[in-house]
């Protein structure tokens, strides 16, 4: 059974960072796809960054040189490095894991998601 455990969300200041975490279990993050995603209220949910086997990565344009995805292969875990958050990154965000067919950035790809933690940037 797949189960992915999203930590570090909070509440921080424009200009502020956090790091996310996604904890898989019964998964093997490293040999395959994982994602970030987010979703503010009354939005779709979106793609923020993409890794493939730890090497190939993708970023939505909004989060380029802001945001960092990696992966930690000994704790199968997957992090999201946020750097100088602003207000528009307040959401939602989902770790999603296990997906083939599909653009990267589109939800209907992944079989799995974890339960999502809220990162909230005031200005």
């Known amino acids: 059974q797949v189960q992915l455990v999203e930590s570090g969300g909070g509440s921080v200041q424009a200009g502020g960072s956090l790091r996310l975490s996604c904890a898989a279990s019964?998964?093997?993050?490293?040999?395959?796809?994982m994602a970030w995603f987010r979703q503010a209220p009354g939005k779709e949910r979106e793609g923020v960054a993409y890794?493939?086997?730890?090497?190939?990565?993708y970023y939505a344009d909004s989060v380029k040189g802001r945001f960092a995805i990696s992966q930690d292969n000994a704790k199968n875990t997957l992090y999201l490095q946020m750097n100088n958050l602003k207000p528009e990154d307040t959401a939602m965000y989902y770790c999603?894991?296990?997906?083939?067919?599909?653009?990267?950035?589109?939800?209907?790809?992944?079989?799995?998601w974890g339960q999502g933690t809220q990162v909230t940037v005031s200005s």
């Open positions: 999603a894991a296990d997906g083939s067919r599909g653009t990267w950035y589109s939800p209907g790809r992944y079989n799995y």
């Open positions: 019964g998964y093997t993050g490293s040999r395959g796809a």
């Open positions: 890794i493939y086997r730890g090497t190939t990565t």
